[in-house]
């Protein structure tokens, strides 16, 4: 069964730093687009970043310039690298993974990891 395990959240003042992971394990053909989503309290869950199989990256417009979502293919791992951290940052953050295993093709979810940026 295919999992998406996520790390590297936590608690951090603004203007810092963090770096989220997300590993996929399980029986795995390839994995095509990677990406974070965030939902922060009383609202909906929105796209963050994605990154394709060859590296081609999209960013929203509110992290555009601060955030950075790699990958390594071989890791089966995607990051985020996340700079110069707001209060309003402050969410859920999910890892994304579109994965081709077993004769089949679906999206896959992380649990999910908790950032909070203080003021």
């Known amino acids: 069964q295919v999992q998406l395990v996520e790390s590297g959240g936590g608690l951090v003042q603004a203007g810092g730093s963090l770096r989220l992971s997300c590993a996929a394990s399980?029986?795995?053909?390839?994995?095509?687009?990677m990406g974070w989503y965030r939902q922060a309290p009383g609202k909906q869950r929105e796209v963050v970043a994605t990154?394709?199989?060859?590296?081609?990256?999209n960013y929203a417009d509110s992290v555009q310039g601060r955030f950075t979502i790699s990958r390594d293919n071989a890791k089966k791992t995607v990051y985020l690298q996340m700079n110069s951290l707001k209060p309003e940052d402050t969410a859920v953050y999910y890892c994304?993974?579109?994965?081709?295993?077993?004769?089949?093709?679906?999206?896959?979810w992380g649990q999910g990891t908790q950032v909070t940026v203080s003021s």
């Open positions: 994304t993974a579109d994965i081709r295993t077993l004769g089949r093709r679906d999206d896959y």
């Open positions: 399980g029986i795995i053909f390839s994995i095509n687009t």
């Open positions: 990154i394709t199989s060859g590296g081609t990256t």
